[in-house]
C-alpha cells in the first residue's frame, strides 16, 4: 500500500507566495514521475508541473517562470514553490506519483488527497 500526503495550502494575497509539499510512503521500490494537478472549481483536474527521477521538468503555461517543481529522490518527496500568485491559481492542489511498489513490484499512479491553496485579490 502507497500513500501520499500533501501538505502546506493555504490562504495567500495576490503576488504572495506558498510551498507545497508530499511525501510518498508505504511499500515503495521506487517513485517514478511525480507531479502536481490542481482542479478548481467547475473545471477539470490539470497538470501544472511534472518532474521525472532524473529531474528533468515540465511546466503548464500558466505556471511557467512563477512555480518550481521539486523532488528528493532519497526521501520520496516533491514540492511545489509557487510565487506570484493570482485568484486564478485558487484550487485543490493534487500529488500525484507513478511508483513501482508491493510483492509484485508493479507500477501503478497514486493521488494524494489533495491540498486546498486560496489566493485572496
Known amino acids: 500500500q502507497v500513500q501520499l500526503a500533501e501538505s502546506g495550502g493555504g490562504l495567500v494575497q495576490t503576488g504572495g507566495s506558498l510551498r507545497l509539499s508530499c511525501a510518498a510512503s508505504?511499500?515503495?521500490?521506487?517513485?517514478?514521475?511525480m507531479a502536481w494537478y490542481r482542479q478548481a472549481p467547475g473545471r477539470e483536474r490539470a497538470l501544472v508541473a511534472i518532474?521525472?527521477?532524473?529531474?528533468?521538468?515540465n511546466y503548464a503555461n500558466s505556471a511557467k517562470g512563477r512555480f518550481t517543481i521539486s523532488r528528493d529522490n532519497a526521501k520520496n518527496t516533491v514540492d511545489l514553490q509557487m510565487n506570484s500568485l493570482t485568484p486564478e491559481d485558487t484550487a485543490v492542489y493534487y500529488c500525484?506519483?507513478?511508483?513501482?511498489?508491493?510483492?509484485?513490484?508493479?507500477?501503478?499512479?497514486?493521488w494524494g488527497q489533495g491540498t486546498q491553496v486560496t489566493v485572496s485579490s
Open positions: 508505504g511499500s515503495i521500490f521506487e517513485v517514478q514521475n
Open positions: 518532474i521525472n527521477n532524473l529531474g528533468s521538468t
Open positions: 500525484y506519483g507513478e511508483v513501482i511498489a508491493g510483492e509484485g513490484l508493479s507500477l501503478r499512479g497514486y
